[in-house]
């Protein structure tokens, strides 16, 4: 293996003042701008994959491809029994709120027993079936 050349005493030269320092700034600014790069990288990725789960929660949201989307509104007890007279009596024109009280008694037993009792009191003639077509 070779060795290095050695350079001679007397042709070595001192730095010119503020060199050395010259340097060492330019490669902390170096490494600064490698870190930016990188951090740059690292949030256009991280950006990226937000923007794809956005898109993919709305495609996925959307009515032609889930169809739940076109389910009515989820409707409680008190609201039911509020409108149930009107719901007996079919004097509700708000298709919404008259699937939303369809799909409550589908699946409420309190509330399906409220709607036979008024039923049957309105109706002497009534049979004690589910108040709805529900798939059970």
Avoid at 83 to 101: E, H, K, T
Avoid at 112 to 135: G, H
Wanted: charged share 25%; hydrophobic share 35%.
């Amino acid at each position: 293996m070779k060795s290095p050349a050695r350079i001679p005493d007397n042709e070595w030269q001192p730095c010119k003042p503020g060199l050395i320092f010259g340097a060492k700034s330019s490669l902390a600014d170096e490494l600064k701008e490698t870190r930016r790069t990188a951090l740059l990288r690292i949030a256009g990725i991280c950006g990226g994959g937000v923007l794809v789960a956005g898109v993919s929660m709305f495609a996925w949201r959307s009515p032609e491809k889930n169809p739940r989307r076109n389910l009515p509104a989820a409707i409680g007890c008190v609201q039911v029994h509020q409108q149930l007279a009107a719901y007996v009596g079919n004097q509700i024109a708000d298709q919404d709120l008259r699937a939303s009280i369809a799909m409550h008694l589908c699946k409420c037993v309190g509330c399906q027993r409220a709607f036979q009792d008024l039923r049957c009191k309105v109706d002497e003639n009534c049979s004690r079936q589910k108040p709805c077509s529900c798939k059970t």
